[in-house]
């Protein structure tokens, strides 16, 4: 039986088409786009924004070995909660995921679930920034990427033998900025640590990382992404090497375009993330760097952990928030009802930008393209409950937050999600769906 989306305001950023509409969806594709002529399940759409399924292109979904912080299956159910279609998961797990057996273990625990995950293996042997992993072996065995994420490659030599290996082997690099040299031991940004009796991160960990990573490519020509973008001088150095030609992009996640330091102060430990949050001033030039286009993506970064964990004194907590299921309404009030960025724009950072940068499919609405699509209502105002979260883990700094806009519903290969479980097409929920079938 075909699903019918019907009256939906249709944005596609890939194409600029911005339009009310209906679409309609048979064997898991979207076979038409314009108003359905015939019979099948509908679902009514008005007042409702109809775009490609959202591509959450940073994720920790802690697996293998972190099941009790989240496990693939409540990750891809957050995921789903929050409109996302698609996540690539990084490889700082328990063993570190930088063998294709592990790749392939993955992909094999993700199957059936409500969202698609990707693989990301690490740059370098269980992270250490020494020995590089096998890249030929680990693009073959599915990854869209190789990362350290939680780690830098703080040697020079290495970072180079990478990129020139990555430039071999044709796969991306995601490079996570931060000079230990200048970071060890911090806790918190250095602007705020004295007041809180704890050792600070300077900017300048993150900047001087950017800036020799971005000559690394200059020099090389080889691609590389750099993750979670925090700083002021790190977006100011992104840009004017763009402006040169360097191949590179990046993304930035919703607490630093929302969130400064201060933060802190309320929330405690779960604000505690790594780049941690900065000043006014940065976050004020992170919003530019969005509304320009300098940073490409946006992504959660979702990072969980036990109540236990955050419950450790702020000094020895572990760094990282969650994200999955309030990225989408966060960016949301802060771009769109803000007036930083018109909705196709914020859409788009959010899945044809991640589609591209990754290579995955996705960010299209189109023909014959799988029917990975986020039904947004972007009227609906509600407020950040971590009880509320599918995810295990409850560590975000917007608990309390009132927002404007959120996922009202998210497919998946043409198939409806309800409550982060598939649903096929003659399932869909009877609260959404009316049937068109004549007698």
């Not at 690490?122 to 599915?142: H, P, W, Y």
């Not at 990046?250 to 607490?255: M, Q, S, V």
């Not at 001033?281 to 320009?292: F, P, T």
């Not at 979702?302 to 702020?314: F, Q």
Request: charged fraction near 25%; hydrophobic fraction near 40%.
């Amino acid at each position: 039986m075909r699903l019918i989306l019907k009256n939906a305001r249709i944005i596609d950023p890939a194409s600029g088409f911005d339009d009310v509409a209906d679409l309609w969806i048979e064997d898991g594709l979207i076979a038409g786009i314009g108003r359905a002529p015939f019979p099948g399940n509908l679902v009514d759409l008005e007042g409702k924004i109809l775009a490609p399924g959202l591509i959450d292109m940073h994720v920790h979904l802690r697996e293998p070995g972190g099941g009790h912080k989240e496990t693939l299956a409540t990750g891809a159910a957050a995921a789903s909660t929050g409109g996302f279609t698609a996540v690539a998961h990084m490889p700082n797990t328990s063993p570190v995921v930088d063998t294709p057996y592990l790749v392939r273990w993955v992909k094999m625990r993700s199957r059936g679930l409500p969202a698609r995950v990707y693989p990301i293996a690490a740059v370098t042997e269980g992270q250490k920034g020494k020995k590089l992993t096998d890249f030929l072996a680990l693009k073959s065995a599915g990854v869209v990427a190789l990362s350290d994420d939680g780690h830098p490659i703080a040697h020079e030599g290495v970072m180079r033998r990478a990129l020139e290996k990555a430039r071999e082997v044709g796969v991306l690099m995601i490079l996570h900025e931060e000079d230990p040299d200048l970071s060890s031991g911090g806790v918190v940004d250095c602007r705020i640590a004295g007041s809180l009796g704890l050792s600070g991160i300077p900017p300048d960990a993150e900047e001087r990382m950017v800036a020799r990573d971005i000559a690394l490519a200059e020099e090389t020509g080889v691609p590389i992404h750099i993750a979670h973008v925090s700083t002021a001088g790190s977006v100011r150095l992104i840009r004017e090497a763009k402006a040169r030609g360097v191949p590179l992009t990046c993304e930035t996640a919703p607490h630093y375009f929302v969130l400064t330091y201060e933060a802190l102060i309320q929330y405690g430990t779960d604000a505690k993330m790594n780049p941690p949050l900065r000043s006014e001033e940065d976050r004020l030039e992170v919003l530019r760097g969005l509304a320009d286009g300098t940073i490409d993506a946006i992504a959660s970064d979702h990072a969980p952990h036990t109540p236990s964990e955050k419950a450790r004194p702020l000094s020895e907590a572990p760094f990282g928030v969650v994200g999955l299921e309030t990225a989408l309404g966060v960016s949301w009030t802060e771009l769109v009802e803000g007036g930083v960025l018109p909705p196709e724009e914020v859409l788009a950072k959010l899945s044809l930008r991640p589609a591209r940068i990754l290579g995955v499919p996705g960010g299209r609405i189109v023909p014959g393209a799988p029917a990975d699509l986020t039904i947004v209502d972007p009227e609906v105002r509600w407020t950040v409950n971590p009880k509320s979260f599918h995810s295990k883990a409850r560590n975000t700094p917007f608990a309390g937050r009132s927002l404007k806009g959120k996922a009202w519903m998210t497919i998946l290969g043409g198939k409806i999600l309800k409550a982060g479980n598939l649903t096929s097409e003659a399932e869909v929920p009877e609260s959404v769906c009316t049937s068109t079938r004549t007698k």
